[in-house]
């Protein structure tokens, strides 16, 4: 792909999302603005404070922490923090301690949790690509309960599905790199059938791991080296890594694989609770993403697949 888009100039991160991907920019907008009511404990507020000091990014709006320190609060924000720096991490005693602190309703905090470490991250990589904002919208605060977040979630998730700028082989490549650092059990076991059907292979599958040492194209390792620095260091994302995107993808791809990350990101909801064990007992389960953005497991496997 060429530098001299003119988009690369003209757009900063914010207006490149709005260009590409309207509608999930409009769903992330939406979750910025969505404040669940957790009664006395100001917890939404609490996660977003504690995810972008971790992450060293502005936090998203609401941020702040509870006048008073108390062991639900301490426990709350230990565990946003681990989410946050290494998910795959977490054990059961630290969600035995959340589970402790806030009963039934962990499954309120945790999809939260994972907006609130996700979109700055977002904003940060599309920021460093394309230029540094201006201002991120500042959605109205609404203090919804929390049925409304998986339904926003969802309507990210499948918004974001139905973009089709980038490849279905480095859609995968990325995925699977990402499942591996999160290690979670579930994603690791699956292999999109589209991507194999286009000529991806176990054997590129295994290259991830090490791909800077590895034969993989140019422009896989830039997306890979993205998405590592958007999962561990979103920051201090290179100059050279950027510079890497802006001369092997089109504009409308990166912000397709930038939002690819945090899709794939929702992995972090299974694997801090603990939730993430794979359908299949060996081997890998075939999936893919029908038309409507819509997740199909249990397929059957391409002929050739090896």
Not at 11 to 31: S, T, V
Not at 67 to 76: G, L, M, N, Q
Not at 148 to 172: G, R, S
């Amino acid at each position: 792909m060429s530098t001299t888009d003119p988009a690369w100039s003209t757009d900063n991160g914010a207006q490149a999302l709005l260009r590409y991907a309207p509608e999930p920019a409009a769903a992330l907008d939406r979750l910025a603005g969505l404040r669940p009511d957790f009664g006395e404990h100001d917890l939404t507020a609490l996660v977003r404070t504690v995810s972008a000091d971790t992450l060293s990014l502005p936090a998203l709006p609401g941020a702040g922490r509870p006048t008073a320190d108390d062991p639900t609060t301490r426990v709350v924000a230990d565990f946003a923090e681990q989410f946050s720096v290494d998910v795959s991490a977490i054990d059961d005693t630290q969600r035995g301690d959340l589970a402790d602190a806030l009963g039934d309703r962990v499954g309120a905090l945790v999809p939260v949790l994972y907006f609130a470490d996700w979109i700055p991250r977002v904003r940060a990589g599309l920021d460093t690509v394309f230029g540094q904002s201006a201002a991120w919208p500042a959605p109205a605060d609404r203090r919804d309960d929390e049925s409304k977040t998986w339904p926003l979630i969802n309507k990210f998730m499948v918004a974001t599905a139905q973009l089709h700028e980038l490849d279905p082989v480095t859609t995968e490549l990325v995925r699977i790199r990402q499942a591996r650092q999160h290690n979670c059990r579930l994603c690791k076991s699956l292999r999109n059938r589209t991507a194999l059907q286009a000529g991806a292979s176990e054997d590129e599958f295994d290259k991830v791991d090490d791909y800077r040492n590895s034969d993989l194209s140019a422009r896989h390792k830039a997306a890979l080296a993205y998405a590592d620095a958007l999962v561990w260091e979103p920051a201090h994302i290179s100059e050279a890594t950027a510079a890497e995107l802006r001369q092997h993808f089109s504009p409308a791809e990166v912000v397709e694989l930038t939002l690819d990350l945090m899709r794939n990101a929702c992995n972090k909801v299974a694997v801090s609770t603990g939730t993430d064990g794979a359908n299949v007992q060996s081997g890998v389960e075939i999936y893919d993403v029908s038309p409507e953005g819509e997740v199909e497991f249990g397929l059957e496997q391409p002929a050739g697949y090896r």
